[in-house]
């Protein structure tokens, strides 16, 4: 199980910090990602991590504006996500999937096999 909170109403320009915590096992045991989805729209992949691996991969559309981060002590998987802007307003779900997920999987949905309530974000004046 997976329970995402941080979410909110901000405004264009602002940052917000969403965090995913993982019950029962270590986050650095999976391939962990973000996927929101805005209404009317399809889900979209946001950012993944795989841990084993030390990599993160973004959506171009957050590239530069988002961050992806772990925090051991915790067990948490946080979303630093600054420069928000309108378009980012969706749901957002933190994720979880194989520890070695190959790269081609990582922004598709169904490869993941645990999935959080999600989060809403609106980012409006």
């Known amino acids: 199980q997976l329970q995402a909170s941080g979410g909110g109403l901000i405004q264009p320009g602002g940052s917000l910090r969403l965090s995913c915590a993982p019950s029962?096992?270590?986050?650095?045991?999976?391939?962990t990602a973000w996927f929101r989805q805005a209404p009317g729209k399809e889900r979209e992949f946001v950012a993944a991590?795989?841990?084993?691996?030390?990599?993160?991969t973004y959506a171009d559309s957050v590239k530069g504006r988002f961050t992806i981060s772990g925090d051991y002590a915790k067990n948490t998987v946080n979303l630093e996500m600054t420069s928000l802007k309108p378009e980012d307003t969706a749901v957002y779900y933190c994720?979880?999937?194989?520890?070695?997920?190959?790269?081609?999987?990582?922004?598709?949905?169904?490869?993941?096999?645990?999935w959080g309530q999600g989060t809403q974000v609106t980012v409006s004046s």
């Open positions: 994720v979880a999937g194989p520890r070695s997920l190959i790269t081609s999987s990582l922004r598709t949905p169904h490869y993941y096999d645990s």
């Open positions: 029962g096992r270590s986050f650095s045991t999976y391939t």
């Open positions: 991590s795989r841990w084993s691996r030390g990599d993160k």
